[in-house]
């Protein structure tokens, strides 16, 4: 009678990390795509953000990171190489956030604005944002992210590890052992 | 961990590649050797593009030049003439733009200058300079007064036209004027427009 419960409520969680995935994934695609179809406006939101100067590594930066983001959403959408693709996520989503805090404080303290009422355009793909809205759900796309790391989301996955490990404790099945 | 450390850079890598040749192939792509911003020096003006300010907080301090001041001072620094609104206007009504002395170039994308431009302005897209060029290089060479203008407000887009026509197309520097108000104050004041193609005749008067 418990196992049945255990094993309902690990569906519950396994459902809900997959579908963490899935959003995580589709917002990444779209993200992405959003600013791929329009490289140039994004050249220009990420020479605001003056990181670099020479013009190779600006474009490289504006013309290939979009593709990049929808790739990795693509990759969390079918479920391939999900860990990897979330570390990569919030190598993105960590730094990307702290820029965007310091420009947000860099507005707000040239502006003489109340901090929650900075609002820009942080080149994230959705237009002007205000800023606390923006850090809040980077930091749950930070989270989510970090769940996948841990091994969230294996349900309904096409291939969860691109470099397979053996199953702990697991007996190998007949055709494992072919 | 290990393992997920080598898949992440294995991800990395493939698609770091798939990025590259996917902005390659894109016709929207960014060409990777271009210098988008000659000679530009954003002293300053870091914290002014591209934001808004929300209820209540205006903020500006009377004795600091407005982002629209710091524009005007940093287009006649690099030699690039100004026109305000009132002369754009002017232009716009003078009989020798009929003639194609006078010009008006859109300095924004396609998506934009479908959506509406100023009537009868040619449309040169700064990014894509070579689908636009072959159309505008003549037009520029003809006229007397070339006013190049974008969206207006922080856009720089005019400016760096105007820095291409200039240098890299030789239109002489005396016959380009950059309208700093741009598209949103030709709006903002109700002035004519015009949608879809350069003379598609779908004019009216923006709201």
């Not at chain 2, 040619?122 to 203008?149: K, T």
């Amino acid at each position: 009678m418990n196992e049945g419960r255990t094993t309902a409520r690990w569906r519950s969680a396994d459902i809900v990390a997959a579908l963490a995935r899935w959003v995580l994934g589709g917002l990444f695609v779209y993200m992405g795509l959003s600013k791929a179809l329009h490289p140039e406006e994004f050249l220009k939101l990420v020479r605001q953000y003056e990181m670099v100067s020479h013009p190779w590594l600006l474009n490289s930066i504006a013309g290939a990171l979009p593709w990049f983001e929808a790739f990795c959403g693509l990759l969390l959408l079918g479920g391939v190489a999900v860990r990897g693709t979330a570390v990569m996520l919030v190598v993105m989503l960590v730094p990307f956030t702290l820029l965007v805090l310091k420009r947000a404080l860099a507005i707000a303290g040239a502006k003489g604005l109340p901090f929650c009422l900075v609002k820009f355009d942080c080149g994230c793909g959705a237009g002007e944002v205000f800023i606390c809205n923006k850090l809040l759900e980077n930091s749950l796309l930070i989270f989510v992210a970090c769940a996948l790391v841990a091994g969230w989301g294996r349900r309904l996955a096409l291939r969860f590890s691109l470099l397979r490990t053996p199953i702990q404790g697991r007996t190998p099945a007949p055709a494992d052992r072919v | 961990m290990k393992r997920v450390l080598l898949e992440a850079v294995l991800v990395a890598m493939i698609g770091t590649a798939l990025a590259f040749v996917a902005n390659g192939l894109s016709p929207r792509g960014l060409k990777l050797t271009r210098d988008y911003f000659p000679g530009s020096n954003r002293t300053g003006a870091a914290v002014q593009p591209a934001t808004t300010e929300a209820q209540g907080g205006t903020g500006r301090d009377l004795a600091k030049p407005s982002a629209a001041e710091l524009a005007v001072a940093r287009l006649k620094e690099k030699g690039l003439q100004v026109v305000d609104c009132k002369q754009a206007l002017e232009l716009f009504h003078d009989p020798r733009l009929a003639q194609g002395t006078i010009v008006f170039i859109d300095a924004r994308n396609d998506e934009h200058y479908q959506k509406g431009h100023i009537p009868g302005a040619w449309q040169f897209d700064r990014y894509h300079p070579e689908n636009y060029l072959s159309a505008v290089l003549p037009v520029c060479q003809v006229a007397q007064q070339v006013v190049v203008y974008c969206a207006g407000g922080d856009c720089e887009d005019s400016e760096f036209a105007a820095l291409f026509l200039r240098d890299s197309a030789q239109v002489p520097g005396e016959k380009l004027f950059v309208f700093t108000g741009g598209w949103n104050e030709w709006t903002e004041r109700g002035l004519p427009v015009e949608t879809g193609g350069r003379n598609s005749g779908q004019r009216g008067v923006s709201k």
